[in-house]
DNA sequence: CTGGATCCCGAATGATACTG
DNA sequence: CAGTATCATTCGGGATCCAG
């Protein structure tokens, strides 16, 4: 995720830290709390690993996630939101999940879609 | 702006309608009240003409911007947010503008990139 | 061996310049 | 302004590497 130069906003500026295929996903999972990169793969249909670790990467060096890795074995990382970047942005993308939500709902499109949608509000 | 078949969740829908580059800026400025699209050519730098009516349009099919053409001469549209989806969306942008401008202070960078910032909070 | 992380490359998409 | 061409980025597959 190539960053620009200048920016006319500070809101521009994190749309872009953000705007990555799998990054709200990312970030909505990690919501419910710490995991590893195994049980983000499992939770987030579609995702491949590397796609996962690239936005992970970029997520942790803007701040708005930190890892953990526990030596011994086996061998185990942990995921979760920084404070308080990372618990700033689920509120943004919380509006978004309501305004998706209603979005939906008024073109009856809302089953197809909220059926599919694992991981919970 | 292609949209995805499926999502896993409403919010990635919204994130896909707001994700084009000029985009969160274009809804900043209008926040401010309805205008012409030459007022918002003028307000939002290295726009060209072009990008901005094709962002326009994708923002109005998906309902977050409404236009209203006022016959007469000299011939004259405005563009303003839709109620509620336009003015939602802004809540969601006003928490990122947060982040940006905390991200800013603490890197030291926020003067250089403020100061462009002409588009009032 | 297992789970985590990186590299290389082609295909798809987005932004901008160019043109009528 | 719309249509097309061009250029930069992003996505995703697959191989590979690294560390307990």
Known sequence: MKMR???????ELVHDMI??????IILWRLRLG???LSKLEQDIQGITQKMLLQHLKELMEYGFVEKQTYSGYPLHVEYYLSDPMGK??????R?????????LEKNGKAEE???KHIIPD
């Open 95 to 103: 509006i978004m999940q309501h305004i998706g939500i209603t979005y």
């Open 113 to 115: 879609l909220l059926k």
């Open 88 to 93: 700033e942005i689920i509120e943004a993308l």
């Open 19 to 24: 705007k990555g295929k799998w990054k709200p």
């Open 34 to 36: 710490k995991t590893s």
């Open 5 to 11: 130069e200048d920016y006319t906003c500070p809101l």
